[in-house]
């Protein structure tokens, strides 16, 4: 158990520029309670002490506000970070090495009972601050899930997902590379760029230039002295504004 205690203070260190020194990682960070914590509880859930269990994970979401279900499987090194609001449910897996921040819920949505209801994280998974990642499925490794994303489906190996429901805006075309294992603070991309609002500002720019052109063609046929009365005037697209509800 202390070798493993050690495995995880050294991880925290490595994590977060915050932390000075292993005694102060011991003595001050949450996250790391809730880990020690939640061996005792699993290991009473899984040798059949399972009120003593649930009493425990209890005992620790009071002092930690972190809430792991007795029955959850964590793996080491896992680093929780600030940790205030994090849920992580009975069906749960967490794998070496993942960093889990504030606000996190690893949750079911089935009421089967006995079944697989919580996802998987592979190792070195990322989920940011306030992510909701919901079903019995798979984050692959090295994977991260953006802040307040809401994760319904498998996200393969070395991805990064974003947004509400959270869509794929980076795909490693090396899963297992060193590229990929990067960490990366809060699941934040190197490139902020989403492909979906990129999209739209090009439809935007589109319609603008159609509106330019048929302008255009209209005040040509009118100079040659066509009829263009038929011709109702439309509002035109404002760009500005659109632009600043896809940013």
Avoid at 109 to 136: D, Y
């Amino acid at each position: 158990m202390f070798r493993h205690i050690r495995q995880d203070i050294r991880a925290i260190i490595e994590r977060d520029p915050a932390a000075r020194n292993g005694w102060e990682v011991l003595t001050c960070y949450p996250g790391l309670h809730a880990i020690i914590l939640h061996r005792w509880s699993h290991w009473c859930w899984t040798h059949g002490l399972k009120w003593l269990g649930r009493f425990i994970s209890t005992i620790a979401r009071w002092l930690t506000g972190i809430e792991i279900h007795p029955g959850a499987t964590i793996g080491r090194r896992v680093f929780i970070d600030h940790g205030y609001g994090v849920v992580i449910g009975e069906t749960a897996v967490v794998g070496d090495d993942c960093t889990i921040y504030q606000g996190v819920t690893l949750g079911g949505t089935s009421l089967h009972s006995g079944a697989k209801r919580h996802p998987t994280l592979e190792r070195g998974v990322i989920i940011g601050a306030g992510a909701k990642v919901l079903g019995a499925f798979t984050v692959g490794e090295y994977a991260k899930v953006g802040s307040n994303a809401v994760l319904l489906k498998p996200l393969p190996p070395g991805a990064t997902a974003v947004g509400n429901p959270a869509h794929i805006v980076q795909k490693s075309e090396h899963p297992h590379g060193t590229a990929s294992r990067l960490f990366a603070a809060y699941g934040v991309t190197t490139s902020g760029d989403d492909p979906l609002s990129k999209a739209l500002q090009s439809l935007i720019a589109h319609a603008e230039a159609q509106e330019q052109q048929i302008e255009r063609i209209t005040a040509a046929l009118r100079a040659a002295g066509l009829p263009c009365q038929d011709l109702q005037p439309c509002d035109k697209v404002d760009t500005a504004e659109l632009n600043k509800l896809v940013e």
